[in-house]
């Protein structure tokens, strides 16, 4: 938890800095980084027991390529082989195989014929695989718990919509000044135009976003659901984020603070014992589950929850949106300083539930004489810069 | 009225009406464009590197700002402990004591790390105030460079296992051949491990312990033994004192317990209309101590001629008291008129106060004869409940180097004291130490002694340790860690008690000594284990009976002693030598802390050095310049410092600086004062007849601060004298009421809603100790610069002591004002921001935006206080500022309320609004009113003398709503109609 907020630096925006020109540069940038990918390590070590082979054979058999002796027909259609692994709640290929690894003389055959909880002897009913074919797999797995997850390619749209238009600008430029193939200007400029006020269209919205997340919502390493705690089980937040009230920091709750119910329940509806077990794996081996943090202000800002939620009583939705009805957690909110100070010129500040707000006496005394019908919190100095920048 | 000029520096006085002048050679100061070029000979720029410069900047710019958002992980416990919110602070009651330093604090925890050092407030002592030392001491936790990691065996490292089993063997053989051990230690203030050590003793009669103090309060004791009978360093009573007399001892700075004693000496000094009384306090000195320029009326004498008034004075009293004058020396009124001071002493009737800081038992004897005389005993000092300082015995200690170098020892520990560096023959030591079958240091930081010992069993910090302290006797504080020891490091006492073969820690054995000897003192708490919680939570425990005494004074050494002084006198012919302890440095044991050696000496405004401090007419007498470095005793070379205010023949030596292996920040830096000190019957005088100094001829540049952020001598300060205020309470003050009629703004007045925050600086009670600016810089992750920064002036102190002087430069008066961010409702800087980057608050507050600065330090321009500072450079992760800010170890110590500024912002003070934010958190969260006093800014807080006090304007009843509208209240510049948030009470001297 302590390094929820460390001591951090101020950081200026580069923007401020940049001339036009760099916003080209910097835009096109932007928008190739969308597709740059995680390079692995790409030296495979022979294994003492696997062969290439074996790996080869064994990923075949995995993903479906290769059928099962026994019918079966692949592995990679409820354990996904690569991330995002959003909406599945199987384990996925990188989760077991790192699961298994720490175990020792772990068997897919022995798993597969005791299955944990209601929901994998469901899912598993009929399947067996052979000797050969299970050694294939943890060939595989071993690979896979090796290398890491697979990332799912995503399609560099608007970097090639910018690279493109950028080319074809070029093109009509040197058209128009050298090779003169097309008599008429109006096409070259009708390009140039357009192409600039697209290429500024995107340097504004690029720019814009710098450093803001809106709509991250990165997997987990468990597949917890707040729409089946907070929404179909009605938890409170604060049973869980019990510290909101008080502190700074909105609280990751502790593994006890799990355990306290999955100590009973060992099951999930959805993802079986697997996920579950993660809990009890790390209260005993004495690893803290290392969450992924979504909601994030810049480390000048200074954001207090116990001030909203405690003094101000704000809905917990206000801020982190609906996430009663989220199974992945997202960033709902873009958690600009715009947003932030929209919410302090709207939000009426409630004078009569706290004595604090004595000290506002003449504000008090027109409200009493009907002369002002409701604070803002921007009123009381919520736009104050050092209200939130110190 | 007759106008007072006042001046910051000696050009300033001598008219230098350029101002390219005034104090130092501007020339030589590399402007920032050179600074980024390597090459020292090609100081010009060309256009061409600009546009490199441009270039990469510009590319960087580019690659960085298409990186990906870092995955960031939020990491829960696995357990959360009950005692610990994340976010949320947790304060501990423990305490800072190091020799005869002491203070009670209670430290600020966040997320497992101590951040901030206060003052208790429920001591009775100091009763929440603290010393820039005490306040300081939190880096020396994080200095990774300066502590040791894990015990040493001739420089390599040991398991504790190992060094156990070879120091047990090593002990038994010793003692089983007959062989003498030593523990050398300094005052030891912690009765539990004096038990621990008399235990040890038992079981070991061959080990001896020497207590020795490097700054030694010992004549004090040795004098009380001659007059009294009764070996005690005396608590003084200086807030009952109606006239102080001070013969060289600065209470109020360095001399035995100044955070409690200021805390008292404010008392006496802080006047209201109600009460118009205030002591009157002379300080007989030879250099300029922070109590000097505190003084009403401070009277200049070399050492010798010091001692030669206070015996006149005792003969005058003497002779007043219709007794036998065998004092033997008089001076002539041209001098000083003693006669009517011995007569206001006798006047006084009890209610007066004579101090003496010489270490020198003939002084101390005839000290407590005046003051019994005078009746003080009893009164303004008392021998029961005495402060346990100055344990130490010279003499002893003589002879233990005398014998360690003969042989006579087998095995010497070191505890809490590093002779080899503090005493004079330290070389003879470190030679001997290396015949020794075993040689032990506890220290837990790097020193000179350790070095030349074979094992290093490194100590705890103390904020990693359990201990017990009693400063006073009778009033106890306890001492519990606050974090898990960073390093592979133990207690000196669980050394002791694992040697001893005990399965106790000292954890428990403080609880035990404290449940059994301490339990039965009291009779609020039924059970021990609810006594030990309550102690350990309030960090204190003082016991209410006070004992009296009957003061039988034995007049028969003074003869005696008076002729040992006239002796001393008149052998002192020449330029004599004054050794004092650095306000910052003290001893030198925390050398090694940054913060500490960029403190701008109050007096000086030199930091990171050490000088020798000579008066103006000694300097120009001898054609000495500052920075001339000269040789004293051909021990050590020094450069000179002109100082007003230093008695003439005379030169003033500060002892802290000079270390050799202390860590990166200290070694090699200033000179080794403690050199300078010689021993004259068993007592070390820290003072001397000069017997030879020379010129070298070379030359040495200071940085000082003195002449930065000048405000070019208007009406800064305001005095007055007390007899003026009883006719008139602004007296001094007549220009306020002036600027107040004539005051014209075509600005709208700003209406404050709710609070409307606002600081109160009385110049009457602040000492210009220096405590609140390392507050502030613990506070705010104010970074430390170095020295060549500060010599451009670009010293990062969000608060500054200014030091005016006025009159001549022999003897010149001294007035301290601690300047901060004004705050003005119609603040200068606001409005030249281009970026609206430094705005108002709806509060009151002068607010800078550090994310939306970019720079142009047009708001330093038009600030008329020079209170804002800007980042030259990223101070945080530079190599260039290797100091705590450059390692991840140094940098745990920062605030994580407080943001870390980038390179090219500009910071000032915010009324540590982080503080502000919380204390209204805190009555909003308990559903309440806003008290006075509930939120208290690190400056504050950290005042020993209450000085400072922070508040709501709007709360009427509010202290600094009732200060402002004192006729002493006054405000910076008010003729520019800044209205500034912080005001000031006219110093007032009663002469």
């Known amino acids: ?390 | 009225m007759k106008k007072t000029t006042y001046w910051k520096s000696l050009e300033e006085l001598q008219q230098s009406t350029s101002p390219a002048s005034s104090g130092e050679d501007l020339t030589s100061t590399p402007t920032p464009i050179e600074i980024l070029s390597n090459n020292e000979n090609d100081k010009a720029s060309s256009r061409r590197d600009f546009l490199k410069w441009c270039g990469i900047s510009f590319f960087s710019a580019t690659v960085l700002s298409a990186c990906e958002n870092p995955v960031k992980k939020a990491i829960p416990y696995l357990t959360q402990p009950e005692e610990l919110t994340p976010g949320k602070a947790a304060w501990y009651a423990t305490t800072y004591q190091h020799g005869n330093e002491y203070c009670p604090v209670v430290v600020k925890n966040r997320d497992g790390r101590p951040i901030k050092i206060e003052g208790n407030e429920l001591s009775s002592l100091t009763t929440g105030g603290s010393s820039a030392r005490a306040q300081a001491s939190l880096l020396g936790l994080y200095d990774d460079g300066a502590r040791y990691h894990h015990p040493l065996k001739n420089g390599n490292k040991i398991s504790w296992e190992q060094a156990d089993y070879e120091i047990i063997n090593k002990l038994r053989d010793i003692s089983a051949n007959g062989g003498r051990a030593a523990l050398v230690t300094s005052t030891l203030l912690s009765p539990a491990t004096q038990q621990l050590i008399s235990h040890v003793q038992n079981m070991h009669p061959e080990l001896e312990v020497i207590t020795w103090d490097a700054i030694s309060y010992e004549a004090t004791r040795k004098a009380h033994i001659r007059f009294f009978g009764e070996n005690v360093f005396p608590q003084y009573h200086f807030n009952k004192a109606k006239l102080i007399v001070s013969f060289g001892a600065d209470f109020l700075g360095t001399w035995a317990a100044p955070a409690i004693y200021a805390k008292q000496y404010a008392e006496t000094r802080k006047i209201s209309k109600d009460s118009p009384h205030m002591s009157r306090h002379i300080q007989f000195e030879s250099y300029v101590s922070l109590t000097g320029a505190n003084a009403d009326t401070r009277i200049v004498l070399k050492p010798s001629d010091e001692k030669r008034f206070l015996l006149a004075l005792y003969g005058e009293m003497l002779r007043q008291t219709g007794q036998d004058d065998y004092a033997g020396t008089t001076i002539s009124d041209a001098e000083f008129d003693l006669k009517q001071l011995a007569s206001d002493i006798l006047e006084a009737n009890g209610y007066s106060l004579v101090v003496c800081g010489y270490n020198d038992p003939n002084c101390q004897l005839l000290t407590c004869a005046i003051n019994q005389m005078a009746g003080n005993y009893g009164k303004t000092v008392a021998i029961d409940n005495q402060l346990m300082i100055g344990q130490a015995n010279e003499e002893s200690f003589g002879s233990f180097i005398d014998e360690l170098r003969s042989g006579a020892y087998s095995a010497v520990m070191f505890y809490n004291s590093n002779p080899v560096y503090q005493h004079p023959k330290g070389e003879l030591i470190s030679e001997a130490l290396k015949t020794l079958t075993l040689s032990i240091s506890f220290s837990g930081t790097r020193d000179e002694t350790a070095e030349a010992c074979d094992f290093i069993l490194p100590d705890n910090h103390y904020l990693e340790s359990w201990n017990d302290a009693m400063f006073k006797e009778g009033c106890y504080s306890l001492a519990q860690p606050v974090i898990h020891p960073i390093f592979n490091t133990r207690q000196m006492q669980d050394s002791l008690l694992k040697w001893t073969g005990s399965d106790m820690d000292f954890h428990a054995f403080v609880r035990n000594f404290w449940t059994e000897r301490l339990y039965p003192l009291q009779t609020e708490y039924g059970d021990t284990q609810g006594f030990w919680l309550n102690s350990l939570q309030k960090g204190i425990f003082e016991r209410k009976a006070e004992t009296t005494r009957l003061y039988n004074a034995n007049y028969q050494g003074l003869p005696i002693a008076a002729d040992a002084i006239r002796q001393l006198i008149s052998q002192a012919d020449g330029t004599e030598l004054v050794i004092y302890p650095h306000l910052a440095m003290h001893d030198g044991h925390m050398a090694n802390n940054p913060w500490l050696q960029e403190m701008p000496d109050p007096i000086t405004s030199v930091t990171w050095d050490n000088f020798i401090a000579i008066s103006p007419a000694f300097a120009s007498k001898h054609q000495l310049r500052d920075g001339d470095v000269i040789r004293l005793h051909e021990k050590v070379e020094a450069p000179v410092l002109i100082q007003p205010g230093i008695a003439d023949e005379c030169m003033a030596v500060s002892t802290g600086y000079g270390r050799t292996n202390a860590g990166k920040v200290a070694d090699n830096r200033g000179y080794n004062a403690f050199m300078l000190t010689g021993v004259k019957n068993n007592f070390r005088p820290f003072s001397d007849v000069l017997a030879s100094w020379e010129k070298t001829g070379s030359g040495f540049q200071f940085a000082r601060t003195q002449t930065h952020f000048s405000m070019e001598g208007r009406a800064i300060v305001r005095e007055s004298t007390l007899d003026n205020y009883k006719l008139d309470p602004a007296a001094g003050n007549e220009l306020h009421a002036y600027h107040e009629k004539h005051k014209l703004t075509l600005y709208p007045e700003n209406i404050y809603e709710g609070h409307h925050w606002a600081l109160m600086i009385d110049l009457n009670a602040c000492t210009g100790c220096s405590t609140c600016v390392i507050s502030c810089q613990s506070e705010n992750n104010v970074p430390v610069v170095g020295k060549d920064e500060v010599r451009r002036r670009r010293i990062m102190h969000w608060m500054r002591i200014d030091r005016y002087y006025n009159g001549t430069a022999d003897n010149p008066g001294i007035v301290f004002q601690p300047v901060m961010c004004m705050h003005c409702d119609h603040a200068p800087c606001e409005n030249v921001c281009p970026v609206s980057a430094t705005t108002h608050s709806a509060e009151g507050i002068n607010q800078i935006t550090y994310n939306r600065c970019v720079g142009t330090k047009y708001c330093i321009n038009n600030c008329p206080y020079k209170v804002r500072r800007f980042n030259w450079f990223a101070y945080a992760d530079n190599n260039r500022f290797d100091y705590h800010m450059n390692s991840d170890m140094g940098r745990m110590v920062l605030n994580p309320d407080v943001t870390v500024r980038e390179r090219g912002v500009v910071e000032k003070c915010s009324f540590c609004v982080q503080r502000i934010q919380d204390g209204k958190l805190k009555a909003k969260k308990e559903r309440r009113h806003l008290n006075d006093g509930d939120i208290v800014p690190a400056c504050v807080q950290s005042c020993p003398s209450g000085a400072l006090v922070f508040g709501d304007l709007n709360q009427k009843d509010s202290r600094v709503a009732r200060l402002i509208k004192d006729a002493r209240n006054y405000h910076l510049l008010e003729e520019l109609h800044t209205l500034p948030s912080v005001g000031y009470l006219t110093k007032i001297r009663n002469r």
Not at chain 1, 76 to 90: E, G, K, M, R, V
Not at chain 1, 176 to 193: A, Q
Not at chain 1, 336 to 362: K, Q
Request: aromatic share 8%; hydrophobic share 40%; proline share 4%.
């Open chain 1, 1 to 390: 938890m302590h390094n929820l907020r460390k001591a951090g630096k101020s950081r200026k925006f580069s923007t401020t800095t940049a001339c036009i020109l760099s916003v080209f540069v910097l835009t096109g940038f932007l928008s190739l980084s969308s597709f740059i990918m995680a390079s692995h390590d790409e030296n495979p070590q022979d294994s003492i027991h696997f062969s290439r082979d074996d790996l080869r054979k064994g990923e075949r058999l995995f993903k479906g390529l290769m059928p099962f002796a026994s019918g079966l027909h692949d592995c990679a259609s409820c354990h996904y082989t690569s991330l995002p692994d959003t909406i599945n709640w199987n384990p996925s290929a990188y989760d077991l195989a790192i699961t298994w690894m720490n175990e020792e003389d772990y068997s897919i055959r022995e798993k597969l014929a005791m299955p944990l909880g209601t929901r994998m002897i469901e899912d598993h009913q009929g399947m067996s695989v052979t000797a050969q074919e299970e050694h294939l797999l943890h060939a595989y797995l071993w690979e896979v718990a090796r290398q890491g997850p697979g990332e799912l390619k995503a399609v560099p749209v608007n970097a090639i919509i910018f690279w493109g238009l950028g080319l074809l600008m070029a093109l009509a430029l040197l058209d128009m000044l050298l090779t003169k193939k097309i008599r008429s200007k109006i096409p070259h400029v009708l390009i140039i135009v357009v192409g600039l006020v697209v290429h500024m269209q995107y340097a504004v919205a690029e720019s814009r976003n710098l450093g803001r997340t809106q709509g991250y919502a990165p997997d987990q390493p468990i597949k917890f659901s707040h729409l089946i705690h907070a929404g179909e089980n009605e938890i409170d937040c604060q049973y869980c984020h019990s510290i909101s009230r008080f502190s700074l920091s909105g609280g990751i709750p502790s593994n006890e603070t799990c355990l306290n119910c999955h100590n009973v329940i060992r099951e999930g509806s959805l993802s079986g014992r697997f996920e579950i077990n993660k809990i009890h794996q790390a209260h005993e081996s004495g690893q803290p589950i290392s969450w992924i943090r979504v909601h994030k202000l810049p480390d000048h800002s200074f954001f207090n929850h116990a001030q909203h939620v405690n003094v101000a009583n704000i809905e917990c939705q206000s801020c982190h949106g609906p996430v009663e009805t989220m199974h992945l957690i997202r960033q709902e909110e873009d958690l600009s300083m715009g947003w932030c100070l929209s919410c302090h010129r709207d939000t009426h500040v409630d004078f009569t539930a706290n004595p604090y707000y004595e000290i506002f006496a003449r504000l008090q005394e027109l409200m009493l004489n009907g002369e002002l019908d409701a604070v803002t919190a921007a009123e009381l100095g919520g736009e104050d810069c050092m209200k939130c920048h110190y």
